[in-house]
């Protein structure tokens, strides 16, 4: 027996509160869950600041990724015996579903942003780099890595393993709507998973669904669209992320205009030049920024100091409707009222806008593209799930966007000019914004 | 209308995946959350170590210190012209209930135990110190946060109140059992609290249960005992916990002993010290305690670093069931062994114990009284719980007690002198240990 | 205190698997449930032939009549002290919340469409006839059964009480959805009802949804569009209730060519002569339906004997999909090939079309007008809810439409004429009819 | 390939809201499932009377049936390629677990009583008779049916398989525990049976736990100590039982002094005068005594019509606890009282008593011999629970019994003679009796 095939002695299981229990037999999925590259993904929340607002969401990527890898355990299950079903694909299947998040870094929404990082490199470092996660994937056989990673950028030549890691129905998304609906306690998100893993059926390049199970996918689509409006696009989880953001970019500023911190921000000092090694990025997770953030309430900087204070004592903005179309005037003014009030509107005024396409059919040549779900008819057609859903042809490639303008309301009510206050306050909240 | 009445605009409520809502419409509470002596316990793990073994368990003691308040909420809404019940008395409990877990620490139980702290005691500095949280409840009334504090320690003289806040069956209790059931995901835990509220009945100087709610009552009983034999004493807990524990000894040492930390720990040298102020004590949260730890995995000290890797990486010790009366020759030999095969069994021989009493009736003058459960009969006179259920009486009063001897099993198999392993892997694993 | 106001000495609760519980305080309300015509309802399914297909749908008309009330007990409960509510009008909702259902027969579907009855009209006769339950409302005050009946039959004058009882998204919709999606198991039907009733606010003359609860109500919608699809119009269910109905339409026939029964079907006897006393009506049960179906297992009637027969073993009529535009001449064809077969084509090839309309605005002068949801706006306006919800704009006013051909496959497979059989079959199945 | 082993051409699912799906593979049981005999369970009610106190309790044997059959599909799913386990009893135990209520009929407890029946002497007789059923398993092999008759009698030589459909953990007891639970609502019966699941091993000749699943069993006989006495044994539910019991013993007592029904009860004549075919036995669903029960309303005789009118309308009788050997002398004066006061004692005065032994060892040659549940420790020898366990040794053996006299409270308050009734009421309610 090889270690590729090397069964644990005995099963075994994770306790999991959204799927019941996580199984685990092949020891190379223990191995790699016990590596420190893993066991780090404990330390960096899947919600980034959505605990903020849904006190619950305090769950991590360790969390999501082992319920990632055990939805493709469960496809893979009834995939076996099924034409099309290469059995041999399946450790590679799990290996990059459960690998699949590994890049991810703390609050990695607004890392990515100031520092112009990409989670999906670094996932494609830990996984082909020296680390403990690369050298157990090439104890399974040389070049094993490569074909995780390759699954995971979604250039591996077997677009039927690719899919089932990656497509608008992945189990990526199964776990996180999922789970994320579990921890922040909200009824949307739900939808059932058992009977969409009961109709994927395995075709030569993706997973199809049975047009018996449509329902059930309408479900999903409809649970992912009220997930986004409802918990990851919530105005004040965005207010949080707005206020980490300019933290960043101050920190960063600073360092650039050799600004002198009380103590040295080592762990920063690379994403700053822009220049993280792999083994930095390693390091920082949420409890270093916290860490930072801490000490940075105590730093002479007087916007460092009062941002990191309201992060960490959830101290926000309060938020405005914003029409980027119709208002900017109405912006161009604030921001001349706020330097009239002594403000900074760089890190006092920001707009911010979130959007989503809760599904879309193939547009080829379109920025992303996205795959399209597919039906298999009982003749064996496939169809295309908008084609077939009057529910999802509503909704098909409708982005929606949402702008806010964000502002610390604290700040503009302790202007001592009345008049500048006023003229504030009055662009602000004074219209019918509805 | 005073600060003590005042009433929100409109009601908040928090989304909770236990109670499904938080309701707060009470100025002085809203107040309160927003304290950053209570958003930091955001940063503070309900559970500690248990992550470790139930990895749903992440949640925060912000998160159970809200679902205290809210079935302390419920339960006086219940009382509302009741006999007995004093209305005035609304806001002390609701405020005893949201803050009284205020003066934990991370990972308490270790670091209380290492460097003899009492996360009471803080709570009650936090309560009567220069703080924010102070602030707020003196604005109630000048003596409101004394009162608050008496609550919490049990000295207040309204006896009612107190026993709100903590019998054997208060709201800090039910709320635990069944928030960690849930983030955990094990079955144990679950009761029929609605119920249990519905029968509760405020006396002059304790709440007592209608007895038709005894069955309730019974399975609140054997969900705690089970709470704590499944997940609160899981071993493998118990090995992160032992490390940790281990982790601070050695950092205390080795400061006492005047070794050069790479990076001198602010954050601990009053804990080292003895000598902790409240402003310090209030810095330092899990992810400062992370901080260090990730550090001190590059520390010059071979046992802090190799701990400090442990813990970060969950690479634990393992155990092996150790009874006190009979083997403390083995304990002894082992001991020696570990000497000759040069490890310090200060720090890799530990014997931990847990034991729980799931209930017990009163006994005067024992160390920790506890008050009973009186169960109210349809004739209007009390009963203790344990002389009218069975299932309670069987286990009252009967203190369970469980040890394990944790080790670094990949350190023994290390071992270089092939005689000493085997008598020390003879020792541990061969003997018939059911 | 009169007997309107008279509450219970101690509330009364039943235990709910839906709600958790349902409160009973108020005198009439606990008499109201005595009576033999409310007990009755637990003689009659709430879903009629549903079980058929999912086995957990057993639950009866009793128990959802007990959530529509508890949920109006709710939403009056947040009503109280609110601009426009009149808590007088307190009993009224509660009552015909209460009793809305209570002119439902067995199968109520069937019965009605072969009999041409209206259970909303023997709903009336039972509030306002010799009932016991007139005799409880009238003790409330003379008159009050009569107000009760209009606010059933939405003709009283207070049309935010009607609405309450009947719109779009009244207390009888909520509570079906989510006892139907709990008793067959379906993951549909559930969405956040304790939102729904935290956003519903009382204007003069209907019930709105404060707009920041926008994403619950579609969340409802979507539940009621799946559940109908997914549930209520299951093809399996369907073909139940075809038999059911054919049943009767032949037993009715028999009766009118003066079959003789071998035991006379006394509880039919007005029902086929179209004469029904509300006296005969009550006495109709499920119970009593079953035994005659069981009796007529064994009657000379061929026809009779084989429907009762399938549809108390659950030997069913087949089906395929039917086009009603394209596929008359194939329905013409397959009528003239079961007469040369000798097989009944009244009874055994049936036309069944289901369809639903999930949302609808107002259309004035439309055959069934109705009331549409509106969102009151921060600004206080109202907003028609598909003017604001993308997803619930989709569905607006798209009637969806099923129409299904269902015969008994096993008769025709025992055809004798091979050719016969062969061009039926050919038409059934050999076309692509996806 | 035989019918034995024929698989359906698609896995079949049914929908079920405790197991999520009940899977159905085998040709065999789908046939079965199909027969009259077992479709007949629809129409009997699993818990009979209970949906009087617990009104979601109105869930029927089908159901139950279904999720039996579920368990044990999975048990065995778990045992294959396990030491001790042939996988040729397969069949064998899916077809046990499927009918081994099939004898059933409606309100067992009270019509075995009354007409001295026994539903497992019917389900003997329905596997091995003239039946659907006994064709279908006689297709399997000839024999087959005896073997499975066997099973279900607890006779069959291969007792790992008798151990698995009857024993002190089986399929049966897991299932009507979490059935119950969840159609009634009740919070107990809540235990995780995916662990008990794992954790069963087959030996020789029974179905052992492994010790590291101690505490899931212990939560288990909990669950089913909580279920007896909070729902099954529920006084209310037992006043409608006292009353069933009491019209079934008037009928027959009518019957035998020639009394004159209105309707001859057909489907009763061989039930009082007893002697029963199987043929009579399958008729009597519940539908049929409710209808017998309706009719029965319009008797002349005055104590059948009360009691039928009670049992249909929910007119219960009241009820007092009762201590048989303190207070035989007051229930001697009582029943004086009643025939001085024209009621007749021997319907109007019932003494009923439930007891439960939540779990015991064996006790060779006692009555009922209950094997134990077994734990086969780590180092592979079995220790019985109870001595391992010390909730379970506390409840081990213990019967617990109640007592309460039933009466209608209600014709007590109506008789005229003012002495006696102020005798009686003094009797029953001036006593403390708690």
């Known amino acids: 027996m090889t270690y590729k095939n090397e069964q644990l002695h005995e099963e075994k299981v994770f306790k999991d509160p959204v799927h019941a229990y996580v199984h685990v037999r092949d020891r190379v999925i223990w191995d790699l869950i016990a590596t420190p590259e893993f066991q780090r ?51 590679l ?8 998040d590994l890049g991810h870094g703390p609050f990695s929404h607004s890392f990515e942003k100031v520092f112009k990082l990409d989670h999906e490199y670094f996932t494609q470092q830990i996984i082909l780099g020296d680390t403990y ?41 199964m776990d996180y709507l999922l789970r994320d609906a579990y921890y922040t306690g909200v009824s949307y998100g739900h939808f059932d998973m058992e009977r969409i893993l009961r109709v994927m059926r395995p075709i030569e390049d993706q997973v199809v669904i049975k047009s018996s199970g449509m329902h059930a996918v309408e479900d999903y689509i409809m649970s992912r669209y009220q997930m986004y409006w409802q918990v990851y696009f919530h105005p004040v989880t965005r207010s ?31 994403f700053f030049s822009g220049d993280v090694s792999l083994e930095e990025y390693l390091k920082l997770d949420e ?20 941002l990191c204070e309201r992060f960490m004592n959830r101290r926000l903005f309060k938020y405005v409707e914003f029409n980027p179309n119709k208002q900017i005037g109405d912006l161009m003014r604030l921001i001349q009222l706020f330097k009239d009030a002594g403000i900074d509107s760089d890190y006092y005024l920001v707009v911010d ?24 008819m009982p ?14 042809e509503a909704i098909s490639g409708k982005k929606r966007t949402d702008h806010k303008l964000y502002f610390p309301k ?12 006023q003229d504030i306050i009055g662009i602000l909240f004074s219209k019918e914004r509805i």
């Open 353 to 376: 806008s979130s959007s989503d396409l809760p599904y879309d059919f193939y547009r080829p040549g379109e920025e992303e593209e996205r795959l399209p779900i597919h039906l298999v």
């Open 379 to 392: 003749n064996g057609t496939l169809k295309e799930l908008s084609r077939h859903s009057d529910i999802v």
């Open 133 to 173: 996660v690369n050298k157990v994937l090439e104890r399974v056989s040389p070049g094993f890595a490569q074909e995780v990673a390759d699954v995971i950028a979604k250039t591996h030549s077997d677009k039927l393993v690719v899919s089932l890691i990656s497509s608008q129905i992945d189990a990526d998304r």
């Open 240 to 270: 949080a992320e707005v206020i980490l953001t300019k933290i960043l970019h101050r920190a960063k500023q600073l360092y650039e205009s050799n600004y002198q911190f009380k103590l040295q921000p080592t762990h920063f000092l690379t």
């Open 93 to 100: 299947c799990m290996c990059a579903a459960l690998l699949h």
């Open 410 to 421: 604290d700040m503009i009510y302790a202007i001592q000019d009345e008049e500048i206050k």
């Open 41 to 91: 993904l404990r330390r960096i929340k899947q919600l980034g600041t959505t605990n903020i607002t849904f006190h619950g969401a305090e769950h991590s990527r360790f969390n999501h990724s082992l319920g990632v890898y055990e939805i493709v355990r469960r496809i893979i299950y009834n995939f076996q015996g099924r034409p099309h079903w290469n059995n041999d694909q399946r450790l």
């Open 287 to 306: 409890s270093v920024v916290h860490y930072y953030f801490q000490l940075w309430q105590e730093e002479e900087d007087e916007i460092l100091r009062d």
